[in-house]
């Protein structure tokens, strides 16, 4: 069992940066794809970028791409999102997950942890 802690969500004005951090504990954590999913009011939990074991494949969404990274230290077993240039539209609850499968597919994650929000004000 993989336990998933994030942290580093709040607000922030339009144009400024956030790092949210996934720490997983309970498994091997260079064994897991890691992603990052979001999910605003009134809408469908989305993409927004993912990584695998070996961080050898990044992906994001179109919609973030040249904004946001995702990154992952082992040592630390953290993955990592960095946010730039945030805009109003990048509010929402941020969520980590974990999986064995590609990371690039919302079926590959079997872990989530409980979500961050950010707020970003225009």
């Known amino acids: 069992q993989v336990l998933l802690v994030e942290s580093g969500g709040g607000w922030v004005q339009a144009g400024g940066s956030l790092r949210l951090s996934c720490a997983a504990s309970?498994?091997?954590?260079?064994?897991?794809?890691m992603g990052w999913f979001r999910q605003a009011p009134g809408k469908e939990r989305e993409f927004v970028a993912g990584i695998s074991r070996s961080a050898d494949w990044a992906h994001s969404a179109d919609s973030v791409r040249g904004r946001f990274t995702i990154s992952r230290d082992y040592a630390k077993n953290t993955a990592y999102l960095q946010m730039n240039r945030l805009k109003p539209e990048d509010s929402a609850v941020y969520y980590c997950?974990?999986?064995?499968?590609?990371?690039?597919?919302?079926?590959?994650?079997?872990?989530w942890g409980q979500g961050t929000e950010v707020t970003v004000s225009s």
């Open positions: 997950a974990a999986g064995l499968g590609e990371p690039n597919k919302h079926s590959s994650y079997e872990y």
């Open positions: 309970g498994g091997t954590f260079s064994s897991y794809a």
